[in-house]
Nanobody
Framework: QVQLDESGGGLVQAGDSLRLSCAAS????????MAWFRQAPGEEEERQFV??????????YYSDSVKGRFTISRDNAKSTVYLQMNSLKPEDTAVYYC??????????????????WGQGTQVTVSS
C-alpha cells in the first residue's frame, strides 16, 4: 500500500510562485498515475482536478484553469511528484491533495478514480 505525504503549501501574494511536493512511500514502484486535486474553502463538491502525470511516461495532463501556469513533474528515484505553481491567483486558494490511481484517460480528471490520498496542504493566495 502506498502512503502519500504532501508539503510546500503556504501564504503568498498574487503573482508569486510555490512548489508543492508529494512523496510516496510503501509500494511506490506500483504507482500508475499521480495527480493533484484541490478543494476551495466552503466547497462541498468533489475535489477539483488540477494536474496528473503518468508515472512511467511522465505524460502530463492539466485543467484548463492552470494550464500554462502550473507544471507537474516527478522524480522516480525519489518517488516524488511536484507541482510548480507560477503566477498564482486568489482563486487558486484551496487545500491541495495529491492522489494515486490507475484511471483510464476518460476519467483521469475524476477524484473518484483515485484510491490513495494525502492529507492535504493549504495554499492561500492574497490579492
Amino acid at each position: 500500500q502506498v502512503q502519500l505525504d504532501e508539503s510546500g503549501g503556504g501564504l503568498v501574494q498574487a503573482g508569486d510562485s510555490l512548489r508543492l511536493s508529494c512523496a510516496a512511500s510503501g509500494r511506490a514502484s506500483s504507482i500508475p498515475t499521480m495527480a493533484w486535486f484541490r478543494q476551495a474553502p466552503g466547497e462541498e463538491e468533489e475535489r477539483q482536478f488540477v494536474a496528473a502525470a503518468r508515472w512511467n511516461s511522465g505524460m502530463p495532463y492539466y485543467s484548463d484553469s492552470v494550464k500554462g501556469r502550473f507544471t507537474i513533474s516527478r522524480d522516480n528515484a525519489k518517488s516524488t511528484v511536484y507541482l510548480q505553481m507560477n503566477s498564482l491567483k486568489p482563486e487558486d486558494t484551496a487545500v491541495y491533495y495529491c492522489a494515486v490511481g490507475s484511471p483510464i484517460l476518460s476519467n483521469l480528471r475524476r477524484a473518484s478514480a483515485y484510491y490513495t490520498w494525502g492529507q492535504g496542504t493549504q495554499v492561500t493566495v492574497s490579492s
